[in-house]
């Protein structure tokens, strides 16, 4: 470890906090790239198929391996699923241009991916978290995927295999690559945004999100500076994260990675990093390149793209209803937070919520239950039943125990819950009844209801519940619980 001392100017200027103290507070700062695979029949500039699994180069034509004299065609449903992404992260779609990037493609026959890189399709856009921020979105652009090469022997890594297989069924996929703004700043809001992303992307049925495919994947650009500090720090990018908590773990390990160096008077290298799910690290891949790096130049062989703005306007307005506007939807119906809604809409529920409100249920009362007793769906019973059982539960006429029991078989049977109460024998007690049960239950019970009555706060909160109980046993649970408290209540103040 070299002394903080002796850090040249160069360095220090160049990675913030060089030298600050191990125990300093520090900011992450996070950006994200997510390359996710456009749900298309066909591949972006041919017409082999477009498809997840099956036998190796199969899935191929002269397009797909760069044969000499192939050309090529731009995939049309996969431009209008490109301009959907642009639309619903509330970009502008403007004209845009192809280029070549030249690499060291070993599974990608041609040495070169067709990228727009100067020009893209969608710019200046933002994706709102179910929390209500805003991560700004820099572009999302339009490009080919590559090949695949599977490493055999020395771990599944290059270094050290015995030989390589090459499986071109992915090259020439449409891929849309999302460029976020470096506004995230822990792990928990990367998850996050991911995670809206792909909802978005699914919704709108430009890729079906399959992380766990391939179908999706993140590269993320870390890296941490003194809290307060405004200049951004030598950022390190993780390549290829493919799952959620993959990408919570990795961004924690090279956070602190990236502290631990800086704290100790080490400056951080710009380089393009590996997570290791096995050994829960981060390790050096390559140097970053930049974009000279990769030597674009325009593609000769496609024209400018230019969509008219009719058909834009047309994409536009056969956008579906988003995650965030569902959320907003609901948030507003039931009187709660969107972020609140965020479950409901996460599990698809909130167009039923939205029913039974309608319909007159009690909006607490939806969200109570859809979130504690319906988290595996509402099997068999319709929005306007659901209301028909939550009038019953808020008149009195059922206890919240036996709204659960009917609940039940409302789900599993469907029927009309009055009739479900009455077989069940569920009636609703008389409230004199209740008075005589309580006064049996007191006469057992003389010292605990002297520490209700005259107790502390903590010993007549502990003695709520205790009477509380006791009345439930008491009545198998057909006592109204808001009944049971107003007459504790009651009684306790003479």
Known sequence: MSDATTVSPEKAEANPGLGHPADAEWETVIGLEVHAELHTETKLFCGAPNRFGGEPNTSIDPVSLGLPGTL?????????????????????????????????????????????????????????????????????HIEEDTGKS????????????????????????????????????????????????????VAIGASDGKMEEGSMRVDCNVSVRPMGEERLGTRCEIKNVNSLRSLARAIEYESQRQIDLLASGVPISQETRHWNEDDGRTHTLRSKEEATDYRYFPEPDL??????????????????????????????AAGIAPTEAALLVEREQDEFALAAIAAGASPDGVVKHLENNLAD?????????????????????????????????????????????????????????????????????????????????????????????????????????????????????G
């Not at 024209?303 to 506007?325: F, G, H």
């Not at 009195?396 to 609940?407: F, I, R, Y």
């Not at 909160?461 to 009545?475: D, E, H, L, P, S």
Request: hydrophobic share 40%; glycine share 10%; aromatic share 6%.
């Open 72 to 140: 090529p065609v731009l995939n049309r449903k996969a431009v209008e699923l490109a301009i959907r992404v642009g639309l619903a992260l509330n970009c502008t779609v403007q004209p845009s241009t192809f280029a070549r990037k030249n690499y060291f493609y070993p599974d990608m026959p041609k040495d070169f991916q067709i990228s727009q890189y100067e020009d893209p399709i969608n710019i200046d856009g933002w994706l709102e978290l179910p929390d209500g921020r805003r991560v700004g979105i820099e572009r999302a």
């Open 150 to 201: 599977t490493h055999v022997g020395g771990g599944g890594r290059l270094h050290g295999s015995g030989y390589s297989l090459v499986d071109y069924n992915r090259a020439g996929v449409p891929l849309i690559e999302i460029v976020g703004r470096p506004d995230l700043r822990n792990a928990d809001d990367a998850r996050a945004y991911v995670s809206e992303l792909r909802a978005v992307l």
């Open 303 to 332: 024209v400018t793209l230019a969509p008219s703005a009719e058909w834009i306007e047309e994409i536009r307005a056969a956008l579906p209803v988003l995650p965030a506007q569902r959320r907003h939807a609901l948030a507003e």
């Open 377 to 493: 769906g509402v099997g068999e019973m319709s929005a306007e039943t659901f209301a028909a059982l939550s009038a019953m539960e808020t008149s009195g006429e059922l206890s919240a125990t036996q709204a659960k029991t009917v609940l039940a078989e409302l789900v599993a049977s469907g029927g009309d819950p009055k009739s479900v109460a009455a077989a069940h024998g569920f009636e609703a007690m008389d409230t004199s009844e209740l008075e005589g049960i309580l006064d049996g239950i007191i006469a057992e019970n003389a010292e605990e209801w002297e520490r209700f009555c005259t107790g502390d706060e903590g010993d007549q909160k502990k003695m709520q519940g205790f009477f509380t109980g006791q009345i439930m046993r008491a009545t198998k649970g057909q006592a109204d619980g808001k009944v049971v408290a107003q007459l504790l209540g009651r009684r306790r103040s």
